[in-house]
């Protein structure tokens, strides 16, 4: 609406409004186009009804009196006549019933196994079995009269083509039995008028729509003439106002005028141009207030890019030191750290194997996971993305293996329950930290003596890896994934870990679920194993 709205002239305004009337017609007149044709679909509908029935009572008739005329000299002469006798004189007398053409008389007899006795019209000869005749659409139309006259009599539509057109014509046929000799006796007749009646009614309701648009289009084009004229007038005199408006403000654009009101001739431009007048007065004030003030303020402009220019490059420097800084310190960390590990693993060969050396193992190996997070950190937007065929059953135990002394130190224990699934594709650094923040935060977070449990599912679209254990309720759930947010203040760690991870998902399109159930606090990723066909048993 606002872009319609946008850069019209009032001749647009006029035409849109022209053309809105104008569909308001033509709608009004499809209205009325489209009730007259329901009306005559419904009569032509009610016709049809008519005349079928109309029809249908006629052959009704004519069969019931052969019927009649049959039945009444069986009754009066079968015990006087022989019956071969008797059935020559009433098939003779119906031939002669029907012998007049203008008497639109269809006889036929049947015996009920589909055998000629009489056909008044075909002339079909007598003994001829036309049980299997079809009508030219392959209807067969004699086992249908059979079964309807078995049941008390029937109609069957039928079509017949016409020698001199080659069109189907349709036609209906009536049939009855005669029980003591087990006769079909009916008739038919062509149903062709029917076309020929509905013809004319369309030709009458063509006549009358073609009058009543006729004089729509008329009326409409008189209203239009009328609206146009006044239009035209009224666009004059606004047009005058509006050549009054631009002259000023033409003018007012190089020195300070207001409009003339008796200049103005429509009253309700008036309070326009007293808002027009005002608004050149503060225009002209303020112009002469901001002459003044950009003088004083170029210089202070300057004055201030300056100092800003000194203090960006003051940050710029601090922040490039900070960053070749952390940089350096997480490189030298990973030197001494190495040394530790290994110096933990001559004791342990030495017989030093005891709970001290286990919990210094434990706190190196956290130390171990914070570096792995911090290196990542800074390197992940360099990370090339390249995929390994990875079994991940075997990758939660090795790094079950790494956690397990951790684990062991917090009073907890790991239960892993894997399913045999497919092998999925993934950058190996990336499932580390993946793997790793989730067992670590479920350590740090889980209550001590119960179980952590890591879970392998299959899964139509991908395999579900899932981390359980039991802990305290989590009070800020959606504020888990935010870098640097920690559930508990004085736990270790820096708070990056879930970060990471949510990175590293969206990076994978895995998708995550968190549930807390009853202090049962479950991380669940459906990690994609599309494009990885090698069996997990390979």
Request: a positive charge; charged letters at 30%.
């Amino acid at each position: 609406m606002k872009i319609f709205k946008r850069n019209l002239s009032i001749n647009t305004i006029n035409i849109i409004g022209i053309v809105v009337l104008l569909l308001f017609a033509m709608l009004f007149v499809a209205l009325v186009l489209f009730e007259e044709y329901r009306d005559f679909e419904s009569d032509v509908k009610h016709l049809k009804t008519q005349y079928l029935q109309k029809k249908k009572d006629e052959i009704k008739e004519q069969t019931d009196r052969v019927l009649r005329f049959i039945a009444h000299e069986y009754t009066n002469y079968h015990d006087k006549v022989p019956s071969v006798t008797l059935r020559h004189q009433i098939l003779d007398a119906v031939n002669q019933l029907c012998a007049d053409p203008a008497s639109n008389r269809n006889i036929f007899i049947y015996r009920i196994d589909g055998v000629t006795i009489l056909d008044t019209v075909r002339h079909k000869p007598r003994g001829q079995n036309l049980r299997e005749m079809k009508d030219p659409k392959g209807v067969p139309i004699l086992p249908q009269l059979i079964e309807k006259a078995k049941k008390g009599g029937g109609f069957v539509s039928s079509v017949r083509e016409d020698s001199s057109t080659k069109r189907f014509m349709p036609r209906i046929f009536y049939a009855r039995i005669f029980e003591p000799w087990r006769w079909l006796v009916g008739t038919w007749i062509s149903i062709n008028e029917l076309d020929r009646m509905v013809a004319q009614k369309k030709e009458a309701m063509k006549s009358r729509l073609i009058k009543f648009v006729m004089e729509i289009l008329t009326l409409s084009a008189i209203l239009f003439g009328f609206a146009f004229a006044g239009i035209k007038l009224i666009n004059k005199i606004i047009r005058d106002e509006i050549a009054t408006f631009r002259d000023f403000f033409k003018k007012a654009a190089t020195r300070h005028i207001v409009i003339n009101r008796s200049c103005i001739h429509i009253s309700d431009f008036l309070p326009l141009a007293d808002y027009v007048n005002r608004m050149v007065d503060t225009i002209h004030h303020r112009k002469k207030e901001l002459t003044r003030l950009n003088l004083s303020l170029e210089e202070k402009v300057r004055q201030k890019t300056a100092k800003l220019r000194k203090q960006k490059e003051f940050s710029d420097n601090l922040v490039r030191t900070q960053d070749a800084f952390i940089k350096t310190s997480i490189h030298e960390i990973n030197t001494p750290l190495a040394v530790i590990m290994a110096q933990i693993d001559l004791l342990k060969l030495q017989g030093g194997d005891n709970r001290y050396v286990r919990k210094i193992e434990a706190a190196a190996k956290m130390i171990h996971t914070l570096y792995g997070d911090l290196s990542y950190l800074l390197k992940r937007h360099r990370i090339p993305d390249d995929k390994e065929v990875i079994s991940l059953e075997h990758f939660l135990r090795s790094r079950l293996d790494f956690f397990e002394e951790i684990a062991h130190a917090n009073r907890l224990s790991f239960e892993l329950l894997a399913e045999r699934c497919r092998n999925i594709c993934m950058n190996s650094e990336e499932l580390t930290r993946l793997v790793d923040n989730n067992i670590s935060n479920a350590i740090k977070y889980a209550i001590p003596g119960t179980t952590i449990a890591i879970s392998l599912q299959c899964e139509n679209d991908g395999v579900r890896l899932s981390f359980a254990n039991v802990a305290q309720e989590i009070e800020r759930i959606e504020k888990l994934f935010e870098p640097f947010y920690k559930e508990q203040e004085e736990s270790i760690g820096f708070g990056l870990g879930l970060y990471l991870v949510k990175g590293i998902c969206e990076r994978n399109k895995i998708a995550v679920t968190l549930r807390h159930e009853e202090n049962m606090v479950t991380f669940s990723y459906l990690i994609p194993t599309e494009g990885c066909d090698e069996d997990p048993a390979a």
